[in-house]
Antibody, heavy 122, light 109 residues
Framework: QVTLRESGPALVKPTQTLTLTCAFS??????????VSWIRQPPGKALEWLAL???????YYSTSLKTRLTISKDTSKNQVVLTMTNMDPVDTATYYC??????????????WGQGTLVTVSS | QSVLTQPPSASGTPGQRVTISCSGS????????VNWYQQLPGTAPKLLIY???QRPSGVPDRFSGSKSGTSASLAISGLQSEDEADYYC??????????FGGGTKLTVL
């Protein structure tokens, strides 16, 4: 059974750096073809893909956010970490991690965490 | 402004068939697989259709997907009240990013 769980601060101040952790079980990110993505959803708005890391440690980032995002993995701990710098109130959203397909199926998110709401406010 | 284009809303009465469209380009839908997600209020999205037209285990066969060129569609037949949700399409883009549609809010009248 695949499970994912996001954790991190519920409140961050503008200009601070956000660090989110995705702890997962039921698969290994060292297995060929495995990937994990981060996706966010501002309140009442659409889903937005942020970043992906694959089994080979290749990393991909949203074009508009790439200068602020860093994704990394700790295979031994079954964790993926996302950092986002220079947080702004517009970054207020529920942040999800999801197991992701590979190759032409990297838009396939077959298991999701429950999400963690991050509010950016002074 | 989402890369994939979906109608913001759709509606139908119980038992009806409803379709939701998703329009993209040659770099995303045209060359990669399309996936659909159902998001019930207050919950995380759930994979509904993958690889254009495949249903994960547990998804009723009332849900079906199709793709033609740079567009895709999700069809829901025998509409039920519990189908009221937001629906999103997603795909990989050859520019090496993930892309979503803006979402369609389905109302069961």
């Amino acid at each position: 059974q695949v499970t994912l769980r996001e954790s991190g601060p519920a409140l961050v101040k503008p200009t601070q750096t956000l660090t989110l952790t995705c702890a997962f079980s039921g698969f290994s990110l060292s297995t060929f073809g495995m990937c994990v993505s981060w996706i966010r959803q501002p309140p009442g708005k659409a889903l937005e893909w942020l970043a992906l890391i694959d089994w080979d440690d290749d990393k991909y980032y949203s074009t508009s956010l790439k200068t602020r995002l860093t994704i990394s993995k700790d295979t031994s701990k079954n964790q993926v970490v996302l950092t986002m710098t220079n947080m702004d109130p517009v970054d207020t959203a529920t942040y999800y991690c999801a197991r992701t397909g590979s190759g032409s199926s990297r838009g396939q998110f077959d298991s999701w965490g429950q999400g963690t709401l991050v509010t950016v406010s002074s | 402004q989402s890369v994939l284009t979906q109608p913001p809303s759709a509606s139908g009465t119980p038992g009806q068939r409803v379709t939701i469209s998703c329009s993209g380009s040659s770099s995303n839908i045209g060359s990669n697989t399309v996936n659909w997600y159902q998001q019930l209020p207050g919950t995380a999205p759930k994979l509904l259709i993958y690889s254009n037209n495949q249903r994960p285990s547990g998804v009723p066969d009332r849900f079906s997907g199709s793709k033609s060129g740079t567009s895709a569609s999700l069809a829901i037949s025998g509409l039920q009240s519990e189908d009221e949700a937001d629906y999103y399409c997603a795909a990989w883009d050859d520019s090496l990013i993930g892309v979503f549609g803006g979402g369609t809010k389905l109302t069961v009248l």
